[in-house]
């Protein structure tokens, strides 16, 4: 089984950017970032397939990024002109590797059943 294993994160104050980045031990078809804000539902960010192709929850393209660096089985999160509203856990997810989650399955909208695996979570605090 795939496992995820977030860093990054930590406390910024607004305006400012952060890097989250998710390791995955193995191949996944699909990979996504979501966040959960305290006392609210699940929302999803942004989801990239292992060649690179993005897809993003419109109100979250303006200011964050997700790419991928497959020789590292890295997944990244740039979080740009940072908000106090965007204080959150964020998690990686992924697509165990047997399930082929391409094109428009892969995508960060909630609920994403294709999505199984999940890191840890990670806290980031914007302080105004």
């Known amino acids: 089984e795939v496992q995820l294993v977030q860093s990054g994160g930590g406390s910024v104050q607004a305006g400012g950017s952060l890097r989250l980045s998710c390791i995955a031990s193995g191949y996944s078809y699909c990979l996504g970032w979501f966040r959960e804000e305290s006392g609210e539902e699940r929302e999803g960010i942004a989801t990239?397939?292992?060649?690179?192709?993005?897809t993003y929850v419109e109100s979250m393209k303006a200011r964050f990024t997700i790419s991928i660096d497959t020789s590292k089985k890295t997944v990244y999160l740039e979080m740009n002109h940072l908000q106090p509203n965007d204080t959150a856990i964020y998690y990686c997810a992924a697509a165990s590797p047997h399930r082929v989650v391409t094109g428009s399955f892969c995508h960060p909208g909630v609920p994403n059943e294709y999505l199984d695996l999940w890191g840890q979570g990670t806290l980031v605090t914007v302080s105004s």
């Open positions: 990239i397939e292992w060649t690179g192709s993005a």
